[in-house]
C-alpha cells in the first residue's frame, strides 16, 4: 500500500468537523509557510488544494456543499471588495482607459486563442469558444497588490475595470455560441441577451447606487443591520447577473461600485472584509485547487503538448499585447505594464464555469462543445495562470508601491515589500 492510499483509507473516516479544522489550519498555516518559501499565499493555498483535494490525498471530497458555499462566496466577495476599493473619482476620470484595455485584453486573446485552437484542428464555432475562454480573466492576485498598497494607482484601478468588461464581452460571445451550436443562429436571442445586459448595468450602477446608498444611510449607525445589507446587496447582484447568463463576479463588482462611497469607512466595511479575507477567500483558493487532477493534467501535457501549449501562449500573447500598447498609449512605466499583465493572466472564475458548460452543452450529433481533450488543456491553463499569474504580480508590483503621484508608474524604491497578502 502507497503511502498516498494509506491517508486516503485513513482519511475517509473523518467526521465533517475534523475536516473543517484542517481547512482552518491550513488556512492559519499556508502563509507562513508560504512567507518561509517567499512564494505568493495564493499560490500556496492553490498548491495546497491541490495537495488534499480529491485528486491526490482525498482529505476534502469531490463534492463538499459547504466547502462549495464558502468557495463561492468568497469568490464574490473577492470582486465585491475589488469594486469598493476602487478610488471613484480616479474611475470617473479614466473611464475611458479601462474601457479600452477591457476591450484590448478581451479582444486579442479571443482572437489568437480562436486562431490557436482552429489551427490544433478544432472547427470555427468550438475554436470561438475557446478564445472566449481565454478572453475573460480572474483578478487572483488582487490581495498581493492590496498588501503591496498599490491597489488605488491608475493603472491597476485601469486593470481591475478591465475586469469587467472583460468577463462581460467574454461571457457574451460564449452565450451567443452555445445556442448557436445546440440549434443554430438566433438572431432574436442575441438581442435579448445584449438587451438585458445593458438593463443590468444601468439598474446597478444608477438605480441601486442611489437606492442603497440611502439605506445604507439610514441604518448606517446599526452595525448589526449595514452588516447584513451589505451581504443581502452582494447575493442580489450576484443572483441577477447568473440570471441574464453572467458570471455572478460581474454582478459583485457592480455592486462594490455602486455602495463604494456609501460604505467608506464605515466600521461594518472593515469587519466584513476582516471576514472575507480571513476566512472566504483563502477558502476560495484552496476549493479551487481541488479542481486540478495533477496525474491526469501530466498524462494530457505529456500527451498533447502542443494542444496545452498553443493555447497558453495565445493567452500570454494576447493579455501581453494588450497591456503593452495600452499602458505605453496611456504613459505607463514598465512596472505598471507588467503589473497589468499578470493582473490579467489568471484563468479561474469565468474561465472554469464556462469550460464546465461547455462539456455538456452537446449539438444534434451529441458532440459535445468542448471535447475532454481540449478541457484537460484549458485545466492546465487554469493551473499555469493561476501560479504564474500571482508570482509575476509578486515580483512586479513592489516597483509601483513607491508611487507618489497616481499615474500607475514607480518614483522610489519601497521601503518593505511584503511577500503576502494580508
Keep these: 500500500m502507497s503511502f498516498i492510499e494509506f491517508v486516503q483509507r485513513a482519511v475517509e ?8 479544522a ?49 468557495s463561492d462566496l468568497g469568490m464574490l466577495l473577492l470582486m465585491f ?75 491597476i484601478v485601469v486593470a481591475i475595470g478591465a475586469t469587467m468588461m472583460s ?46 446608498g440611502y439605506v445604507l444611510r439610514k441604518v448606517e449607525h446599526d452595525e448589526e443591520t449595514y452588516f447584513v445589507l451589505m451581504l443581502g446587496i452582494l447575493a442580489v447582484t450576484a443572483l441577477l447577473a447568473q440570471y441574464i447568463n453572467l458570471p455572478g463576479i460581474v454582478g459583485t463588482f457592480m455592486a462594490g461600485l455602486a455602495v463604494n462611497a456609501a460604505v467608506k469607512d464605515k466600521p461594518a466595511k472593515s469587519k466584513l472584509e476582516f471576514m472575507g479575507t480571513t476566512l472566504f477567500i483563502p477558502v476560495f483558493f484552496v476549493v479551487t485547487g481541488f479542481l486540478i487532477d495533477p496525474l491526469a493534467l501530466a498524462r494530457s501535457l505529456s500527451g498533447d503538448a502542443m494542444l496545452a501549449i498553443g493555447i497558453i501562449a495565445a493567452l500570454l500573447l494576447g ?9 505605453r498609449a496611456f504613459g505607463y512605466g514598465p512596472a505598471a505594464r507588467m503589473t497589468m499583465w499578470s493582473l ?37 491553463m487554469v493551473l499555469v495562470t493561476s501560479v504564474l499569474g500571482p508570482l509575476l504580480v509578486q515580483r512586479f508590483a513592489p516597483g509601483m508601491a513607491g508611487s507618489a503621484n497616481r499615474d500607475g508608474t514607480a518614483d522610489a524604491t519601497p521601503s518593505r515589500t511584503p511577500t503576502t497578502p494580508r
Design 13 to 20: 473516516l473523518l467526521p465533517a468537523l475534523a475536516r473543517l
Design 167 to 212: 468577463d462581460t464581452l467574454s461571457l457574451l460571445v460564449f452565450a451567443i455560441c452555445v445556442p448557436m451550436y445546440v440549434s443554430g443562429f438566433s438572431a432574436s436571442a442575441l438581442v435579448i441577451q445584449v438587451a438585458e445586459i445593458v438593463a443590468f448595468v444601468v439598474f446597478v450602477l444608477a438605480g441601486l447606487s442611489r437606492a442603497a
Design 81 to 155: 471588495f475589488a469594486g469598493w476599493e476602487i478610488d471613484l473619482e480616479l474611475f470617473r476620470q479614466k473611464i475611458v482607459r479601462s474601457i479600452v484595455f477591457g476591450v484590448a485584453t478581451t479582444a486579442i486573446p479571443l482572437l489568437l486563442g480562436t486562431l490557436a485552437a482552429h489551427w490544433l484542428g478544432y472547427a470555427m464555432l468550438p475554436a470561438i469558444v475557446v478564445g472566449s475562454l481565454l478572453a475573460s480573466h480572474t483578478l487572483l492576485a488582487l490581495p498581493i497588490v492590496t498588501a503591496l498598497g498599490v491597489q488605488r494607482q491608475e493603472a
Design 22 to 70: 484542517i481547512m482552518l489550519a491550513l488556512i492559519l498555516a499556508i502563509p507562513r509557510i508560504a512567507r518561509a518559501l517567499r512564494i505568493p499565499v495564493v499560490v500556496g493555498l492553490l498548491l495546497s488544494g491541490v495537495l488534499l483535494g480529491p485528486h491526490v490525498l482525498d482529505v476534502f471530497p469531490r463534492e463538499h456543499p459547504v466547502a462549495e458555499f464558502f
Design 344 to 380: 490579467t493572466l489568471p484563468q479561474v472564475a469565468a474561465t472554469l464555469a464556462a469550460a464546465l458548460v461547455a462539456t455538456k452543452t452537446f449539438n444534434a450529433a451529441g458532440q459535445a462543445l468542448l471535447d475532454t481533450r481540449m478541457f484537460n488543456g484549458v485545466l492546465i
Design 319 to 327: 493579455k501581453w499585447i494588450a497591456a503593452e500598447s495600452c499602458g
